[in-house]
Protein backbone atom coordinates (compact mmCIF):
# COMPACT_ATOMS: atom_id res chain seq x y z
CA UNK A 1 0.00 0.00 0.00
CA UNK A 2 1.18 3.48 -0.86
CA UNK A 3 1.39 6.48 1.35
CA UNK A 4 1.09 9.15 0.16
CA UNK A 5 3.73 11.97 -0.30
CA UNK A 6 3.80 14.74 2.50
CA UNK A 7 5.30 18.12 1.13
CA UNK A 8 6.53 18.14 4.43
CA UNK A 9 9.17 16.12 3.36
CA UNK A 10 10.84 17.28 0.54
CA UNK A 11 11.37 20.36 2.44
CA UNK A 12 13.30 18.80 5.63
CA UNK A 13 15.22 16.37 3.37
CA UNK A 14 16.37 19.99 1.85
CA UNK A 15 17.24 21.51 5.33
CA UNK A 16 19.00 18.29 6.62
CA UNK A 17 21.92 19.65 7.93
CA UNK A 18 21.86 21.93 10.90
CA UNK A 19 24.14 25.14 10.87
CA UNK A 20 27.78 24.91 13.01
CA UNK A 21 27.48 26.56 16.15
CA UNK A 22 29.79 29.83 15.98
CA UNK A 23 33.33 29.18 17.19
CA UNK A 24 32.88 31.03 20.59
CA UNK A 25 30.24 29.16 21.86
CA UNK A 26 31.97 26.77 23.66
CA UNK A 27 34.43 29.28 24.78
CA UNK A 28 31.76 31.28 26.30
CA UNK A 29 30.32 28.59 27.63
CA UNK A 30 33.07 27.63 29.62
CA UNK A 31 34.02 30.52 30.70
CA UNK A 32 30.29 30.90 32.32
CA UNK A 33 31.08 27.48 34.18
CA UNK A 34 34.26 28.70 35.04
CA UNK A 35 33.68 31.90 36.72
CA UNK A 36 32.35 32.16 40.56
CA UNK A 37 28.90 32.38 40.87
CA UNK A 38 27.45 35.98 41.67
CA UNK A 39 27.29 36.37 45.24
CA UNK A 40 24.10 37.39 47.12
CA UNK A 41 23.81 41.29 48.13
CA UNK A 42 25.44 42.03 51.62
CA UNK A 43 23.25 44.36 52.99
CA UNK A 44 19.63 43.84 54.80
CA UNK A 45 18.14 47.04 51.71
CA UNK A 46 19.59 45.24 48.71
CA UNK A 47 18.79 41.79 49.71
CA UNK A 48 15.05 43.41 50.27
CA UNK A 49 15.00 45.14 47.04
CA UNK A 50 15.81 41.93 45.54
CA UNK A 51 12.85 40.54 47.03
CA UNK A 52 10.94 42.95 46.63
CA UNK A 53 11.71 43.33 42.54
CA UNK A 54 9.92 39.19 42.23
CA UNK A 55 6.75 39.47 40.53
CA UNK A 56 5.31 36.74 43.51
CA UNK A 57 6.27 39.41 46.03
CA UNK A 58 4.59 42.20 44.19
CA UNK A 59 1.46 40.07 44.15
CA UNK A 60 1.22 38.68 47.44
CA UNK A 61 2.15 42.50 48.77
CA UNK A 62 -1.22 43.74 47.21
CA UNK A 63 -3.10 40.86 48.46
CA UNK A 64 -1.83 41.57 51.65
CA UNK A 65 -2.46 45.03 50.95
CA UNK A 66 -6.18 44.57 50.12
CA UNK A 67 -7.07 42.04 53.06
CA UNK A 68 -5.40 44.56 55.69
CA UNK A 69 -7.45 47.20 54.37
CA UNK A 70 -10.74 45.12 54.55
CA UNK A 71 -10.17 44.14 57.64
CA UNK A 72 -9.80 48.09 58.96
CA UNK A 73 -12.64 48.93 57.14
CA UNK A 74 -14.64 46.32 59.21
CA UNK A 75 -13.23 47.12 62.13
CA UNK A 76 -14.03 50.56 61.69
CA UNK A 77 -17.67 50.05 60.42
CA UNK A 78 -18.06 47.42 63.52
CA UNK A 79 -17.19 50.54 66.06
CA UNK A 80 -19.58 53.00 64.32
CA UNK A 81 -22.69 50.41 64.40
CA UNK A 82 -21.74 49.79 68.35
CA UNK A 83 -22.00 53.92 68.74
CA UNK A 84 -25.03 54.51 66.53
CA UNK A 85 -26.89 51.84 68.47
CA UNK A 86 -25.78 53.38 72.10
CA UNK A 87 -26.93 56.50 70.69
CA UNK A 88 -30.33 55.04 69.81
CA UNK A 89 -30.56 53.29 72.99
CA UNK A 90 -30.12 56.65 74.44
CA UNK A 91 -32.30 58.33 72.31
CA UNK A 92 -35.35 55.40 73.00
CA UNK A 93 -35.02 56.20 76.90
CA UNK A 94 -34.84 59.71 76.56
CA UNK A 95 -38.59 59.22 74.56
CA UNK A 96 -40.21 56.88 76.97
CA UNK A 97 -38.74 58.49 80.23
CA UNK A 98 -38.37 62.66 79.48
CA UNK A 99 -37.48 63.13 82.87
CA UNK A 100 -34.42 60.88 82.73
CA UNK A 101 -31.68 63.64 82.97
CA UNK A 102 -28.88 62.59 79.55
CA UNK A 103 -25.11 62.87 81.94
CA UNK A 104 -23.12 60.73 83.97
CA UNK A 105 -24.72 58.02 85.67
CA UNK A 106 -25.93 58.17 89.40
CA UNK A 107 -23.84 55.55 91.74
CA UNK A 108 -26.20 55.32 95.32
CA UNK A 109 -23.75 55.72 98.44
CA UNK A 110 -24.23 53.96 101.71
CA UNK A 111 -25.82 56.60 104.62
CA UNK A 112 -23.31 57.87 106.73
CA UNK A 113 -23.93 57.52 110.49
CA UNK A 114 -23.23 60.03 113.24
Known amino acids: MNQPVDPLDELLNRCAAAPEPPAQLAA ?27 PSFAAAFIAACLLLGLFLAEARLTRWHAARGAE ?19 VATAPRSP
Do not use: K
Open 88 to 106: MARNYVQLIDPLLAPGPPV
Open 28 to 54: SVRRRLAAPPVAAPSTWAARLDLVCAR
